[in-house]
């Protein structure tokens, strides 16, 4: 049955925008590949749309539910995070807001496993070689050597979606995993990949045994050659555990003088100004960093330190940016697909009307009787 429901997206979501418009809805995108200025939402909002496709860029909060008061229906964040989004806003004023959570585990955890062997096998480096043609000869050890990432320790910081789809990747490359998450600990999953360690070396494709197990934070830190972080901006007034800042100049110096960082969560969840500076002192042996403080990078950040760019790997918040995983339709495939979803399911009352029921809505307890 066709809806006439009016959706304002802050960005082009690609073609699943078509199943809404067949659907009758009548669709605005904002055309700029930027983000759209806050002012410019509150405006679009005030005009009297019922959903609201959003992405990380945009800060929502009581100005924008205020504009939308007597229309809003739903908000639908193209991201599984949502720091973006003021929960304790939207739950006074009952708005629900959608995530897109699953359809971007893989890919996301595949990218940071990628940039952590980016960045230990110096691959960055070695092909500047090459194309500045500075390769002159083949030497045991000169102009540097990178390190193995098989059978190394790997801490998992956070073992949600993301941290155990990281582990199963660590799993083909022998990897002893610590994990730890003060919030969440998934003992059957940790024991089904010992099963595959212990399989794998009884088999004799190993020669020595793999292991998996829950740590407390600082032994994690100690003891990992990886450290891999998977947790969500949390500020302190968000949780028991905050994560941000969880990476500052105390925390990084328990890492090992060989370890590695890799950040593929959210950019305040490492102290910039802490890790550059462990970077050009060598606390640690390199980071690889996917998300900032402020996006963009700034100019001026001093991880574009030249002296650190050997063992400093910087990419543009690209873990998700697989074709598939940003743009297929599909909700069980696409991050366009589920958000459209999980704002048709509350404008058109999905789900018997019962927004708690709905999968992909994240404030569900304000909507709890
Ligand atoms: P999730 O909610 O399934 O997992 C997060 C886990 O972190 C939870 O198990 C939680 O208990 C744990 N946690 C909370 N506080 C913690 C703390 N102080 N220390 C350790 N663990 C803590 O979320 P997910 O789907 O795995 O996604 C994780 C985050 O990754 C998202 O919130 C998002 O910010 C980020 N992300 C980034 C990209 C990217 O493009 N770079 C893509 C997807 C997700």
Redesign the pocket.
């Known amino acids: 049955m066709p809806k006439h429901f009016r959706v304002f997206a802050t960005c082009d979501i690609g073609e699943a925008i078509e199943l809404l418009v067949k659907r009758g809805y009548e669709v605005e995108i904002y055309p700029q590949p930027e983000a759209p200025p806050k002012s410019l939402i509150v405006e679009r909002v005030r005009s009297g749309i019922d959903g609201l496709i959003t992405t990380l860029r945009d800060p929502i909060d009581a100005e924008i539910f205020e504009a939308g008061k007597g229309h809003l229906k739903v908000v639908a964040q193209y991201?599984?995070?949502f720091?973006n989004i003021d929960r304790v806003d939207a739950n006074r004023y009952k708005i629900p807001f959608t995530h897109t959570?699953?359809v971007?585990?893989e890919a996301?955890a595949e990218?940071a496993f990628f940039i952590l062997g980016a960045l230990a096998r110096k691959m960055w480096t070695a092909e500047h070689l090459t194309r500045e043609n500075k390769w002159g000869y083949w030497h045991p050890y000169l102009p540097f050597l990178g390190d193995e990432v098989t059978g190394k320790t790997v801490a998992v910081?956070?073992?949600?979606?993301?941290?155990l789809a990281f582990i199963k990747k660590c799993v083909g490359f022998d990897m002893n995993v610590l994990c730890?998450?003060?919030?969440?600990q998934n003992h059957s999953f940790v024991k089904s990949i010992q099963e595959i360690f212990d399989l794998r070396h009884a088999r004799g494709l190993v020669r020595e045994k793999s292991t998996i197990k829950y740590v407390a934070?600082e032994d994690a830190l100690r003891q990992a050659d990886f450290v891999s972080v998977?947790?969500?901006?949390?500020k302190e007034d968000e949780?028991d555990?905050?994560?941000y800042h969880?990476f500052n100049e105390e925390t990084l110096r328990h890492m090992k003088r060989t370890a590695y960082l890799v950040n593929?969560?959210?950019g305040p969840v490492v102290e910039e100004s802490a890790l550059a500076r462990a970077l050009r002192e060598n606390w640690i042996a390199g980071a690889a960093l996917?998300?900032y403080e402020k996006e963009p990078l700034p100019p001026d950040s001093p991880l574009r330190d030249p002296a650190i760019s050997d063992r400093c790997r910087l990419m543009p918040?690209?873990?998700?940016?697989a074709r598939i995983t940003r743009l297929s339709a599909d909700p069980e495939k696409g991050m366009a697909g589920r958000c459209v979803q999980g704002l048709m399911d509350v404008l058109e009352g999905n789900y018997g009307g019962d927004i708690t029921k709905m999968p992909y809505v994240v404030n569900k307890e304000a909507f709890t009787k």
Not at 317 to 321: D, L, M
Request: without cysteine; glycine residues 10%.
């Open positions: 991201a599984v995070g720091d959570a699953d971007l585990t996301t990218f910081i956070g073992t949600g979606r993301i941290g730890y998450d003060p919030a969440y934070f998977h947790v969500p901006l949390l949780s555990t905050p994560t969880l593929t969560s959210r996917d998300v918040h690209f873990a998700s940016a």
